[in-house]
């Protein structure tokens, strides 16, 4: 439900929207909170951050709702997410006692049963307290077969940079001289339990306008760093890091394969030999998804026919092709189809086991669920998985050394459980479900359909109560994220059901183009220029609302983060007449100078680029920064952002803030220190926003 991967009452029955004119562009005074870390940028966030405490943070209902929070985000009967190792299952928890959180193992069997013994093999809590550091925890890279030595990853308060420290899992400690990279944005891969192949920041020259990585080393154990061996460079000017990747299978083979993204959308995919990199002639919007049986798995985001060929294979699909011909001839492939899009529905996840591979699609954004053999022939046969309907469906963990794996379902409203699979017999069991964690009883799930300004069909989901009176006062939160062809589907949160839903709230989730809940197409729908699109689609969803009279204006609210933020933004410049309430989260909001800010030259291909006299003019009629207006009333947003995100950046929120204090508009504003590209680096921070949200909400849709 909750997006880590969120004025009179109007009732008409119909609103004409239409994006803002580009005004005479503003003059861009609010640099200087550019400046991060600065002490006047710092000294006014903390003005901002006091001026809002000492209004939301008063009220008498922020101590209930924080407390609420917390207690549901440290509950002991959430379930434990199981990472399959062989016969042990890990998992990373957190709690009242352990708010960094803690890494513990157990087996298969026992973690089947009620209450599993779990054993700790890594305390993060511990190792901050040692390290005199805030460590946000950011998962491991291990060694196949066996994954005893991994890679842990560190983060300092949540950024993207970390620092790996080479760990065994069997004894549970650091290995002592073995592999350290310091803090950086970087990747890693395994060649051998000696021999890593690094990207990362290895001084001048070797990262891109967008702040990653772009050349890629071989390093050996006892080897000093500066005297790793170059083995691939992307450019300075591609969009997302370089990066190797060794893939294993189990029948014994292996595969090393280097990348590098020159557009955020774009893959170049090349072989590692002993005479170096050999590019493999992949479509460009291609996406490696693993190996199995000597056969490297792909999906496409773009019509393909391979070079040589003449079989056009279907944006949507999930192909495979031989590794050895591969070797033999990287230039020309002979593809197998193993999906095939329709229609109505395309596909969401792709993992393997051992011996077979796993799919989830998206039937009109319904969870579906396969299981694939590859036949003697070199042909591909499907057995549907039976899971219910109505359910979000995910592939939470597949096992390298058999055909066990894990999926995940929840809804909205159904508590999140999950099944235990074996792939060979295409059969599921229950293997947990989480209780429920707030009272659902009075509520209901509908899907809607509204129209977009071009005429467009956008599905959205409904979470309301059973009994709800269509007289347009119901307190209504409409949430998307619309880009990067990220799909939103139901999914259970005990935040919002027990702080939104519960106090008799309904809950909105619009499935608009940018998605990837109808395919890539549905996203190229709102690329660049055309990404008018999915603010229509969004605003198109509010009008169905109010025209439904499920909600009015007055009680309607709306939250997006990151992208979603963005969307926020433009909503609120362009329709402010529709809202009462606005989340924006994490945003980006100066669309003008966004590929100077942080992370952001490397989204160019999803907004375009100020190079561009077409793209420019565009972002310049949709950038919420530039398109504030003194004479307009605005609803009073709320602005979230984090002084260590360093993807996005705290910049786009504190600017836009301040441009809203100089026309002397209303807003609370809040930046917490940690928390990365989140809401908070632990679960006591995250339950403080959480009250400062739903605060925030309860003032503006429900008093």
Known sequence: MRQSNRIAAILLATVIFAPAQAPPEQTDKYQWLEDVSGDRSLAWVRAENERTAKVLEADPRFAVLQATALKVAESPDRLAIPALNGDQVYNTWRDADHVRGILRRTSVADYLTAQPHWQTVLDYDALAKQD??????????????GNELCLVALSAGGEDALTLREFNLNTGKFVEGGFQLPHSKQSVSWVDKDTLLVSR???????????????????????????????FRGAETDALAAAAVTLHDGDGNRVTLLRRGPSFFERELSLLTPGGPKRIALPPKSSLEGLIHGQIVVSLDEDWTPEGGTAKFAQGAVVSFALEAVKADPLHLKPVVIFAPTAT????????TKNHLLLTTLENVQGRAYSYTLDANGAWTKKKLDVPDNQTVSIVSTNWSDDRFFLSLDGFL??????????????LHQAKTMPPRFNASGDVVEQLTAVSKDGTKVPYFVVRPKALRYDGTSPTLLTAYGGFQISETPSYSPIDGK????RGGVFVLANIRGGGEFGPAWHEAGLKTHRQHIYDDFAAVAQDLVTRRITSPRHLGIRGGSNGGLLMGVE???HPEMWNAIEIMVPLLDMLRFEHIAAGASWVGEYGSVSVPEERAFLASISPYNQLKPDVNYPEPLIFTTTKDDRVGPVHARKFAARMEEFKKPFFYEEIIEGGHDIGADLKEQAKTYAIEYTYLTRKLMD
């Open 132 to 145: 005199n550091q805030k460590w946000v925890q950011k998962g491991r890279v291990c060694l196949y077969p």
């Open 414 to 427: 159904t508590p999140p459980s999950l099944l235990l699979g074996d792939a060979a017999a295409g059969t």
């Open 345 to 352: 529905e395309f596909a969401a996840g792709v993992a393997t």
């Open 572 to 574: 609120m410049t362009q």
């Open 201 to 231: 920041d290895w001084g001048p020259g070797t990262m891109t306008k967008s702040g990653y990585p772009f050349v890629v080393k071989l390093w050996k154990r006892g080897q000093p760093l500066d005297q790793a061996k170059e083995v």
């Open 499 to 502: 702080l939104w839903l519960e």
